[in-house]
């Protein structure tokens, strides 16, 4: 059964969060998944803290890609993208 957890400490030496997000925590048979409903990003790891590291780097790369592209970006993209600005910022 999934938990949630609040992530509100760890990105990168480039992102910080803006805001904490809640994510989901599932016990695979031999690993962890962190995962939200928002923008379908995801981690795994063989412990919770390499799943949200793992997840933590997924919405990073997310956000560079939707990014590159701000403009032409297709509308359920766009959402996806709205939310990444409001809880991600370049430190």
Known sequence: ???M???NNY????Y???QPIQAQIIQELDYYLCQDNTTNAFGIGGTIHQAKE???S???E???FLNRDR???FKGYKEQLDYLDKILQKK
């Not at 990105?11 to 480039?14: F, Q, S």
Request: glycine fraction near 0%; charge should be positive; proline fraction near 4%.
């Open 11 to 14: 990105l990168n030496k480039e």
């Open 58 to 60: 997924s919405l990073i």
């Open 62 to 64: 997310l956000y560079k």
């Open 54 to 56: 793992d997840y933590c």
């Open 71 to 73: 403009k032409n970006i």
């Open 16 to 18: 910080a969060f803006i």
């Open 5 to 7: 957890i609040t992530i």
């Open 1 to 3: 059964m999934p938990s």
